[in-house]
């Protein structure tokens, strides 16, 4: 019988950079995301009899780079002893593209794998066993506004805002659609090993999590729209003055960035985040949204926006 789960990406708004422990895939910082809504990934796994490897179709095609990733997940789900496994993913946004596609498939991955297997494991634990596929993907395990810290020898993670207590929306611009050329774990480790900066970066980092924890609970949204601007920046600084330097965005990136700012001129409540890639994404009150994804839109060199709101954390899907 094959088990379905689906997850949805979460956006940090204070960032993951850097890893405490590489074996371990220990974060080397706290941080905080929403978990979207309209963006998902869906995960089919089946445990079977028969000999043979571990099988991973990825929207239809043969993903043989991704499979020792899946398989190692699937080892810690259900143990090194165990059936092989058919799994089948879909994504309804591009992968690989800094939308945090890794953190909804590996989400996505433990919930139908612990199904399959019949394990009843709570969520802090299928967490932390999506953490050590993906950092990221311990967050998409749960919804709205959520919180991961980083322990010295473990991670622990929660929601300490709903998606309907504070629902917010953030709108996408797609700028490049392929995938980027320096996976997110190969960066940290530049980045953790040439920038002078990432010092300062793990250093200062407690500090923008809690005003931005803060800002959340207040429901101050010019509060949280500055601190995660300046956290983003702060990132993006560790990468650029890694050697060699990693630089994602490219000219539409800057194009958006700029719109964003104009929008706040104005007086719309939005601001910006970018994750490991060229794609911005704009957090908006709900009122905004339409005018930010026209003003997204009409921006030069943007090949598309995709919008949505605040959503729930991973969960088992029925089978029809």
Same mark, same amino acid.
Request: hydrophobic fraction near 45%; aromatic fraction near 6%.
């Given at each position: ?95 690989? !593209?800094?939308? &945090?596609?890794? =953190?909804?498939? @590996? %989400?996505? $991955?433990?919930?139908? *794998? #612990?199904?399959? /297997? ?93 005003? !931005?924890?803060? &800002?959340?609970? =207040?429901?101050? @949204? %010019?509060? $949280?729209?500055?601190? *995660? #601007?300046?956290? /983003? ?88």
């Amino acid at each position: 019988m094959t088990t379905v789960a689906q997850a949805q990406p979460n956006i940090a708004l204070i960032k993951y950079w850097g890893k405490r422990d590489h074996s371990q895939n220990l974060p080397a910082v706290s941080s905080l995301s929403v978990t979207l809504q309209s963006l998902w990934t869906r995960m089919s796994v089946e445990f079977r009899d028969n000999d043979g490897p571990d099988t991973l179709l990825v929207n239809d095609a043969q993903a043989p780079a991704m499979l020792a990733r899946v398989s190692h997940c699937l080892d810690l789900v259900a143990g090194p002893v165990r059936p092989r496994a058919d799994v089948i993913s879909h994504s309804n946004f591009p992968i690989g !593209a800094g939308l &945090a596609s890794s =953190a909804s498939a @590996f %989400a996505a $991955l433990v919930i139908a *794998a #612990e199904g399959e /297997c019949g394990g009843s494991r709570n969520l802090l634990d299928l967490a932390r066993i999506a953490g050590a596929s993906s950092g990221s993907a311990a967050r998409s395990l749960y919804g709205g506004f959520v919180v991961l810290t980083a322990r010295q020898d473990e991670i622990d993670v929660q929601t300490v805002c709903e998606s309907s207590e504070w629902p917010l929306e953030v709108v996408v611009a797609i700028t490049e659609e392929g995938p980027k050329p320096v996976g997110s774990g190969e960066a940290m480790i530049r980045g953790e090993k040439t920038s002078p900066f990432y010092s300062s970066w793990i250093e200062r980092q407690d500090d923008d999590l809690t005003a !931005a924890r803060d &800002a959340v609970l =207040a429901r101050d @949204f %010019a509060k $949280l729209g500055a601190i *995660a #601007e300046h956290n /983003c920046l702060k990132m993006h600084s560790v990468m650029w003055s890694s050697r060699p330097p990693i630089v994602y965005w490219n000219s539409a990136t800057l194009s958006s960035m700029e719109t964003i700012r104009a929008l706040q001129a104005d007086g719309l409540p939005v601001f910006f985040t970018i994750d490991a890639g060229p794609q911005v994404k704009a957090v908006c009150l709900p009122e905004a949204a339409d005018a930010v994804t026209v003003a997204l839109r009409q921006t030069r060199g943007v090949l598309n926006t995709m919008r949505s709101s605040l959503g729930p954390g991973a969960r088992k899907m029925e089978v029809v």
